[in-house]
T-cell receptor
Framework: GQSLEQPSEVTAVEGAIVQINCTYQTSGFYGLSWYQQHDGGAPTFLSYNALDGLEETGRFSSFLSRSDSYGYLLLQELQMKDSASYFCAVISWGKLQFGAGTQVVVTP | NAGVMQNPRHLVRRRGQEARLRCSPMKGHSHVYWYRQLPEEGLKFMVYLQKENIIDESGMPKERFSAEFPKEGPSILRIQQVVRGDSAAYFC???????????FGPGTRLLVL
């Protein structure tokens, strides 16, 4: 089975950079995904790593190291609208297994 | 290209009633997944379907819950004899193929009184 650990909350000011770490214990998976969810909203796909290394998509980047069982999401140039929950998830045989989520609070 | 559609967006049921949640995947997507999110928690996988087939239902409660994805029409998640513990947000996602990115619908928020 899989379990994913991520911090419960991170607070940062507008314009800052935030890194959300995700460590996992898994017997095998296809890739690591990141989703954003605003209160009451649907999970929105942000980034995906099938291979080790960095994937960059605008202000958001994601990293995966399978040898370290570790990944992270990097949010740059934080904006107030980035206040939301962020989930890492491994995908295996079609199933997404989610972490408990990290609440990012952006302050002025 | 419309995204994943779910209806109803909100559903109120009394204990013992049935709840039917519908999901239409994105155009071109034949893989459908259902997830449940309890308040203040992450999403939990329930079931994975392709047209007319249940591929993986390992996350479905053994009783009262069923899912289908018929040849024509939306995927249906059916909860019989609802209890208060079924109150949650139910999200549907779809993908064009196995292991490809899943895109989520807006969810159905079920409240059992």
């Amino acid at each position: 089975g899989q379990s994913l650990e991520q911090p419960s909350e991170v607070t940062a000011v507008e314009g800052a950079i935030v890194q959300i770490n995700c460590t996992y214990q898994t017997s095998g998976f296809y890739g690591l995904s990141w989703y954003q969810q605003h209160d009451g909203g649907a999970p929105t796909f942000l980034s995906y790593n099938a291979l080790d290394g960095l994937e960059e998509t605008g202000r958001f980047s994601s990293f995966l190291s399978r040898s370290d069982s570790y990944g992270y999401l990097l949010l740059q140039e934080l904006q107030m609208k980035d206040s939301a929950s962020y989930f890492c998830a491994v995908i295996s045989w079609g199933k997404l297994q989610f972490g408990a989520g990290t609440q990012v609070v952006v302050t002025p | 290209n419309a995204g994943v559609m779910q209806n109803p967006r909100h559903l109120v049921r009394r204990r013992g009633q049935e709840a039917r949640l519908r999901c239409s995947p994105m155009k071109g997507h034949s893989h459908v997944y259902w997830y449940r999110q309890l308040p203040e928690e992450g999403l939990k996988f329930m079931v994975y379907l392709q047209k007319e087939n249940i591929i993986d239902e390992s996350g479905m409660p053994k009783e009262r819950f069923s899912a289908e994805f018929p040849k024509e029409g939306p995927s249906i998640l059916r909860i019989q004899q609802v209890v208060r513990g079924d109150s949650a947000a139910y999200f549907c996602a779809s993908s064009p193929a196995l292991e490809e990115t899943q895109y989520f619908g807006p969810g159905t928020r079920l409240l059992v009184l």
